[in-house]
């Protein structure tokens, strides 16, 4: 059984560091972070198995939460409330507003898609979804790769702390 082996990714790991304005210190973590698919990747001259980005986008999630929450806490606003915190969050950290983030930067160019994949229904090669778990899972690889104040610095250049509550 002959098994499909992306190829041509190369230019997508630095096109991502352009847009996140951050450099990892490993490639891979990156290469993680924009899969979408479980199949093997030819990267630097090797075919590496790679995991699907879904479970590093949990911790993406987890920690960019955090960050926010720590953002809100720390703002000085007077609107410090479970229900505006509750907000905060789904304003910021939903698919929708991370599929247009991932989008309007162009990260979602950087997604590693299964090979055959065609065009939804509004053109797009990667769905929103597939583009949120992406920004979600490269807030983790940033967080692993440089830890929390790379990745604050990363959320606070991308604009995720800029919000009318905090």
């Known amino acids: 059984m002959v098994h499909q082996i992306i190829t041509k990714i190369g230019a997508k790991i630095p096109k991502c560091e352009c847009m996140l304005n951050y450099s990892f210190s490993n ?3 990156c290469l993680e972070a924009l899969n979408s698919n ?15 980005n879904d479970a590093l986008a949990v911790l993406g999630d987890a920690r960019m939460a955090a960050s926010l929450c720590k953002e809100w806490w ?8 479970p229900v505006n915190w509750d907000t905060l969050r789904k304003d910021a950290l939903n698919n929708v507003p991370l599929a247009i983030l991932g989008r309007q930067t162009g990260l979602a160019d950087c997604v590693v898609l299964n090979p055959g994949q065609t065009r939804d229904v ?3 090669m990667a769905s929103d979804r597939t583009v949120a778990t992406a920004v979600e899972a490269l807030f983790g690889a940033v967080y ?13 250049g991308l604009g995720l702390f800029e919000h009318k509550l905090l």
Do not use: Q
């Open 27 to 29: 490639k891979l973590l």
């Open 74 to 81: 720390n703002s000085s606003t007077p609107r410090l409330t």
């Open 144 to 156: 692993l790769d440089g830890g929390e104040e790379a990745m604050e610095a990363v959320l606070r």
């Open 122 to 124: 509004n053109g797009y």
């Open 38 to 52: 479980t199949y093997p990747i030819h990267f630097l001259g090797a075919t590496h198995k790679i995991r699907k």
